[in-house]
C-alpha cells in the first residue's frame, strides 16, 4: 500500500473507532494495554488502535476494526509495506529453525519448538514467523483452551466461534478477560490449518513447562484422540516439544528425536546471547 494510502487508512481506524490515534507496526510481542486494540497483517506487521481510557466495550471495537481490515483486505494485501526484519539466511536461528521444521516432517507432527524452564524466549520453532513470540503468553493461550476444554467446549468449537463472541463464550466458561482477549486473538491468525496447529502448540508448551516444574523426567508423552505431544528435557534447562493433531508412535518420535538432538543441542548453545525480556515492538512512523 503507498504510503498516502495507509495514512488515509489509519485515519479512517481513527475515525470509525472514535480513538486517539492509530499506527503501524512490526516486531515485538502483541500489546497487552488495555488501551489498545489490535489485529495482525500478513507479513508480520500489526495495526493498533490506541484510546486514552480502556473502551468500555473492547469487543465491540475489536468487531469493527476486523470489519474495516476486511473491507481493505484487496488494498492490505497489495501494500508496498517494507518487509519485516528477519536473521541472516545463515544465521544460528535459521539453521536451528530449519533443524526443527526437519524433525517435525520427520515425525509426522504439526510443530516443533524448544522453550526453557522459566523465560520467556522462543529459543527456535518449525514456524520461523513466529520467533517474535512470547512463549508466557503461549502458555497462557495454552492455559487458557485446557480451562475451555475443561469446561466442555473442545478445539473444534472454539476454531468456530465467531471473533465477536470469543471474548464472552470464554468468559461463560470461566476463562478471564486477559487470557480471553490471547486466546481471542490467537484465533484470528491464519487459515484454519494454521490456527489449530498454533493453538495445539499453545496447549502442548503450556502443559510441557508445567509438567518440567513439577517432575524432573527426561521425557514424557501425552496422547489423545486429536491433540498430543512429545517432550525431551536436553542441557538442563531446555524442553524439545513435538506436537501432534492425533494419534503418533511414541517409539519413532523418541528414536528421531534422540538421532536429531545432538544437532540441535549444538545449534542451539551456538545462539548470540538473547535479552529474556520480550523485544520492544518497531514503530513505524508516517509523515505526511
Known amino acids: 500500500m503507498p504510503q498516502g494510502a495507509l495514512l488515509r487508512f489509519l485515519d479512517l481506524l481513527k475515525q470509525e473507532l472514535d480513538a486517539d490515534d492509530a499506527r503501524a507496526e512490526v516486531g515485538g ?3 497487552r494495554d488495555p488501551r489498545l486494540v489490535w489485529t495482525n497483517l500478513p507479513g508480520g506487521w500489526r495495526l493498533v488502535v490506541c484510546f486514552a481510557e480502556e473502551p468500555a466495550d473492547p469487543g465491540e471495537k475489536q468487531r469493527q476494526l476486523h470489519k474495516l481490515v476486511e473491507g481493505f483486505s484487496q488494498t492490505l494485501d497489495e501494500g508496498q509495506l517494507p518487509a519485516p526484519p528477519s536473521p541472516p539466511v545463515d544465521s544460528a ?3 536451528l529453525d530449519a533443524a526443527l521444521e526437519a ?8 510443530g516443533a519448538a524448544i522453550v526453557d524452564i522459566q523465560s520467556p524466549v522462543l529459543w527456535g520453532s518449525s514456524d520461523p514467523q513466529r520467533h517474535s513470540d512470547d512463549v508466557e503468553q503461549l502458555a497462557e493461550v495454552g492455559r487458557a483452551i485446557e480451562a475451555a476444554r475443561d469446561a466442555g467446549l473442545d478445539l473444534d468449537e ?3 466461534l465467531e471473533s465477536a463472541d470469543v471474548g464472552a463464550r470464554l468468559r461463560d466458561v470461566g476463562v478471564d478477560d486477559e487470557s480471553a482477549a490471547l486466546l ?6 491464519g487459515d484454519e490449518a494454521a490456527r489449530r496447529h498454533h493453538l495445539l502448540t499453545c496447549a502442548a508448551v503450556a502443559c510441557a513447562r508445567e509438567a518440567a516444574g513439577r517432575d524432573k523426567e527426561a521425557r514424557w508423552a501425552h496422547h489423545e484422540s486429536q491433540f498430543g505431544y512429545f517432550v525431551r528435557s536436553f542441557a538442563n534447562i531446555y524442553l524439545l516439544v513435538v506436537v501432534f493433531e492425533g494419534a503418533f508412535s511414541e517409539l519413532h518420535v523418541e ?5 536429531a538432538l545432538p544437532g540441535i543441542e549444538q545449534l542451539l548453545l551456538s545462539l548470540p546471547p538473547l535479552d529474556p525480556k520480550p523485544r520492544g515492538a518497531r514503530v513505524i512512523k508516517f509523515r505526511r
Do not use: I, M, N
Open 103 to 110: 524433525l517435525r516432517s520427520r515425525t509426522g507432527g504439526v
Open 158 to 160: 472454539l476454531l468456530a
Open 93 to 95: 536461528f535459521r539453521r
Open 255 to 259: 528414536s528421531t528425536v534422540l538421532h
Open 184 to 189: 481471542g486473538q490467537a484465533l484470528q491468525e
Open 29 to 31: 510481542a502483541d500489546p
